[in-house]
């Protein structure tokens, strides 16, 4: 709707006092009310997008990456022109119809195909034959328990790619030192990829749809170390997203930021996670609406775990599972801290645990008794944290990441590679 009349309301609501926003409302907001309502909307035109094989334009590199930076078809750096060849070039590493059409997605209602996903594909810089990871992406992208239309919204949260599978070894991604860090083009360009889709299809734009206060980057794909899940006898990412061990996946998740742990000492679990217990914690406040507001049950926080850390903690018998076990225990806030970060900066006037507890919205576990100093969780229950294995080997590093709840829900798609893929592989010389 273009032309939909808006009544703005100087200021924000936030942090002004009820008589500084009666005023705002009184002498700016209700006149303009009144006046779009009494009046007629502007004609309203759109100028029509051009099919899905129209040459949009045509020149040399330094002109196409003008034209698509100043029509807002490129993130700010250079894209690689995404020719009829290379798009051809990236649609021989599938099976599926180029014309197909994957799902509808939000905000701007464009449909999802194979034929788009491999001309972001090569814009982002990426190879063919990363191709069937980038379809499960816009597979998982399109799924309403992701909740893609909130990928705009004010914390900036950004969405992490987890990688899992043997096509992690079989295309180069980086599972060892300065994992997450770009530099590596396959770790890099598929996750420039996701942030590229999500503004040229779903329609993410800066100062228009996308409201993020901050923002943060596109993050670079995060590929699990299967090697020491398997020595150690952890499940990966993808076996507990429900997925067969040795399935090619990718889960995606939305995150509004983290922090990196330095130095995560000790012998045992009972020395060494206090300090990963208090990190995530640190890493927590208003995301506690996911626990017990509107969308109650949808946190789902996530810590990285270098390759040293999970093997130490793995020798003592720990599983995954006891690891999940203790941060439940162990990474817990005083009733009161968690009623006050609700009532008095989430602007929510009515917030009480125990009423909640009693109509059965949240378990019992956030009410045992009257003691406001009585520690509860974040989330609902120990499955409700993740666990990732990657990253420098020689390191005894972790990191923490913040979850946007149910605005980006972690979801997980299998890679469906086609027929001949190694065939074609050793073609590329692969």
Known sequence: MPNLPIARMPGHPGVQSKEELMRAVLEGTVERVIANLTGTPTVASEKPEP??????????????????????????????????????????????????VLGIILPDSRAATIWNIAVNGVMAGCRPEYMPILVALVEAMVDPEYGVEHSGNTPGGDTLIILNGPIIKQL?????????????????????????????????LHHKNDKATYGNTWRVVLAENEDVLNNIGWESNSVEMGFSAGENTVTIARYTGGN???????????????????????????????????HAGTLRP?????????????????????????????????AWQFERMLHDWNIRSVWNLAEEVRLGHIPKVFYESDDPNRMVPIV???????????????????????????LGYPVGKQIRLPKDWDRRLVELGR
Request: with cysteine; hydrophobic share 40%.
């Open 51 to 100: 099919g899905a094989r129209d040459i949009i334009f045509a020149g040399g590199f330094d002109a196409v990456n003008r034209y698509f930076c100043e029509n807002e078809l490129s993130d700010g750096l250079p894209i690689v022109p995404p020719t009829r060849g290379k798009i051809e070039a990236f649609l021989l590493f599938t099976d599926r119809n180029p014309d197909e």
């Open 172 to 204: 180069g991604f980086n599972y060892t030192q300065g994992v997450l860090r770009d530099g590596l083009l396959p770790n890099t360009s598929v996750g420039r990829f996701f942030r590229l889709y999500l503004r040229n299809v779903a329609g993410f």
């Open 302 to 334: 996530l810590v990285v775990l270098s390759p040293i850390i999970a093997e130490t903690i793995a020798k003592t018998g720990w599983s995954k599972a006891d690891l999940k076990r203790y941060l439940f225990d162990h990474a817990r806030i005083p």
């Open 260 to 294: 990196q742990l330095s130095s995560v000492s000790g012998t045992t679990p009972e020395q060494m996670l206090p300090y990963v217990a208090d990190a995530v914690l640190k890493q927590t406040s208003w995301h506690l609406i996911f626990t017990v507001g509107p």
């Open 380 to 406: 609902w229950e120990a499955e409700d944290f993740m666990i990732a294995v990657t990253g420098d080997p020689l390191r005894n590093n972790a990191y923490v990441f913040a979850h946007n709840g149910l």
